[in-house]
DNA sequence: GGGCTTCTTTCAAGGCGTGATTTAACTGGG
DNA sequence: CCCAGTTAAATCACGCCTTGAAAGAAGCCC
């Protein structure tokens, strides 16, 4: 019920410093003209604002333009050197670490092999330390230019007094894992969220998620989690764990799930669920491959041949249509986008009976206003989307670092 | 991506302004240096901001209290009687008008029965226009003092260049309601929402989701429909119909809805699926009473003695928990109010067992973060959320009733 | 009554956004 | 080649805001 907080006056202008800088980040070069219409303040201010940015050297020209009679309009840009960011992708079967300038080009990476399924949280932290050190020593780095650290998590992250990560699935009860790498000499700030939440954001950046205020991003992979971006904004819920679409029940008196309810959209979409039910019917299991990856592929491969293939994708198609008409009724998005490995396997062939399963399940009216498409960045958006928290930080606190 | 709107220094003003009305409406009467700790204020900017107020007669003293030694603090309270407003309560079978000044006391109310469940919107229009009329010449109210009016309609609302409302159970198809009431003389403001987003912003405000940031009203009657509130305000979604729990599939392969879907939630738990589902396997029917309500609280009278109606309603709280379940995982809220008629009819007698059955299909974190109780303001609360809208708008812009 | 405490107001200082004005930069026509 | 016309960017004076400090107000306790 309470408004925003802004109070003194020099929040005003560090607001109107956030404002300028989304606006430049996320539309490309612009001319202070358009950035006043776009931000609604005077030219004036747009002025002093920029040249702010620009002696602080945040802010570059990138060349004139037009001129139909008058002085050509300077484009303006955010400095893609102006400062670096790392992202983190912590998986189950390895630790992947990169390095981008504020443009997004990756400058450098570092990639450790798992033992043991990420169980062993030292050798997860030894690995990201290890990964840090790496692309921080990369040629013409300044170490004092990394504006942060962004890392993705399989599991829920608790943004409590102290930042706390359950990983179900790699055995991690309550690891601190931003105390463990503070000690081990990671110079803060360091940002933790969960790895299908950074994707999102990935993809709502720079992907199928642009520009749409209002959207949801799936993971599918050996099982589903999603992100919500409400008002432009990832939403968390209460205590950050919003978004465990990979539970919602969908068959009541269906299949059990791992987690032990019944009828859990996991239990019949994630790729682990559709290679059961495909056994289930098939017990001789003709497809090749031994991991989870290569025998989805081979099942969407072997459905324009194999009866039972194609039936147990189509069904893969209702369930999933069913759970996004669930998402289209409650939340009512401008867009859902299917992303993950097992989404983009399964999505690149069944795109259209997912929509027309989602149509049968949604209301009209909000289905009408919803696009469902696929992911563009591919399954390795993880580190990528990491990375842009500490960017995000420091556009909206209006330039500052700390 | 965009961060919020403020931009000249005047604003700045009317957010603290705002702050102060806020905190003083939610938190009853408070002194300057406790608004000052609130709000984050300097306690000279408190002391300006209700010196502006007290000269605008918007916030009165309310009596000193305290006094340890030194001066003793005046208690500050926004005053009831600065203005009033108007709630509309549009139903199928009537259409009832309530006035309300600030501290939301009802001042004067006014109710129409409808003659054909709501389809004429002639006679709707006349009926909010009579009761508009009438309240607002009540003893006492200057006219010129109602600062808005709200009004709850059954169906969806969509915000866009003319605010059109569509009814489904009504028929409304893309009705004007506010040019109407203008083109019949009624005044602006005025706003219209879904009257259950206005009955779940009552409870917000004055019933069982008080200081809830993050939660869910759930509307129970013939159908069923939510309000969800995040971060404290109302979310509408993209296209302003989020919230339709009705439709959330929790059933698959289930039973056809009347909206054409199959194993919609409101399939199983409106009252009009409950007692459906009693007549299905009660033909002979014992149920005593005319209308749904009647019938509704013949069942849960029943269910001590009948088995059939224990075991239906015992049905409708599995499915009904699971729907919860579904909102609970996906949007982490910190509460759910079961409210709507049949929802208290019924939640009286069953919300441990919904409570049990959410459990068994939410997952175990955001779970323990919930609680799910019944809404404290009963079945009537629509006019007084339709009331609030104004009052929001009023406290939000930092007390300028334009 | 005189210290003491606490609340409330006043005051000067430092910032900020804006409209108006001025300066800059470029086009196009004679 | 120069000069009016046009648009962009910078500068200025003004009014408004918040704030810490200081002053004033209003009660308590001894």
Redesign the interface.
């Known amino acids: 019920?309470?408004?925003?907080?802004?109070?003194t006056?020099q929040?005003?202008r560090r607001?109107?410093r956030?404002?300028v800088l989304?606006?430049l980040y996320?539309d490309g070069p612009l001319a202070r003209p358009e950035l006043a219409r776009l931000?609604?303040?005077s030219q004036a201010?747009v002025s002093n604002v920029v040249g702010d940015l620009l002696d602080a050297g945040i802010v570059t020209e990138a060349g004139a333009v037009d001129s139909s009679g008058g002085r050509p309009r300077m484009l303006l840009r955010i400095d893609p050197g102006y400062a670096t960011v790392i992202g983190v992708d912590v998986g189950e079967t390895r630790v992947k670490v990169e390095l981008f300038d504020l443009g997004m080009r990756e400058l450098a990476r570092a990639d450790y092999a798992l033992t043991d399924q990420g169980t062993d949280v030292d050798q997860v932290v030894a690995a990201i330390l290890a990964g840090l050190e790496k692309v921080s020593g990369h040629a013409g780095v300044d170490p004092a230019r990394i504006m942060g650290v962004g890392i993705g998590v399989p599991g829920?992250v608790e943004h409590g007094d102290e930042l706390l990560v359950?990983g179900q699935t790699m055995g991690w009860r309550a690891v601190p894992l931003v105390r463990l790498l503070q000690e081990g000499g990671a110079v803060p700030p360091l940002m933790v969220d969960n790895g299908a939440k950074t994707m999102g954001q990935a993809e709502?950046?720079f992907g199928a998620g642009r520009g749409?205020?209002?959207a949801v991003m799936i993971l599918l992979g050996s099982g589903i989690g999603a992100s919500?971006v409400?008002d432009?904004?990832p939403?968390?819920?209460?205590?950050?764990?919003?978004?465990?679409?990979?539970?919602?029940?969908?068959?009541?008196?269906?299949r059990r799930c791992r987690?032990g309810?019944?009828?859990c959209l996991e239990a019949y979409v994630g790729a682990e669920a559709v290679l059961d039910r495909y056994r289930e019917q098939r017990p001789d299991d003709t497809l090749t491959g031994a991991d989870e990856e290569t025998r989805i592929a081979a099942l969407v491969a072997a459905a324009d041949l194999d009866a039972v293939a194609a039936e147990v994708l189509d069904t893969t198609a209702?369930?999933l249509g069913?759970?996004i008409?669930?998402?289209v009724?409650?939340?009512?998005?401008?867009r859902i986008v299917l992303g993950g490995w097992a989404g983009l396997a399964m999505g690149n062939r069944m795109l259209p009976a997912i929509q027309t399963y989602a149509a049968?399940?949604?209301?009209h009216?909000?289905f009408e206003?919803?696009s469902i498409e696929l992911a563009r960045l591919g399954a390795d958006a993880v580190a990528l989307g990491a990375a842009t928290l500490p960017v995000e930080h420091f556009l909206?606190s209006g330039g500052r670092t700390d």
């Open positions: 019920m309470h408004a925003s907080k802004l109070s006056v929040d005003l607001g109107n956030a404002e989304l606006r996320a931000t609604g303040l201010t829920l359950h709502m950046w749409a205020d209002h919500i409400t432009g904004k939403y968390r819920g209460s205590t950050t764990s919003a978004g465990e679409i990979g539970h919602l029940t969908v068959a009541i008196d269906g987690c309810a019944i009828g209702r369930y069913a759970g008409g669930n998402l009724n409650l939340l009512n998005p401008r049968a399940h949604s209301l009216r909000p206003g919803t909206r």
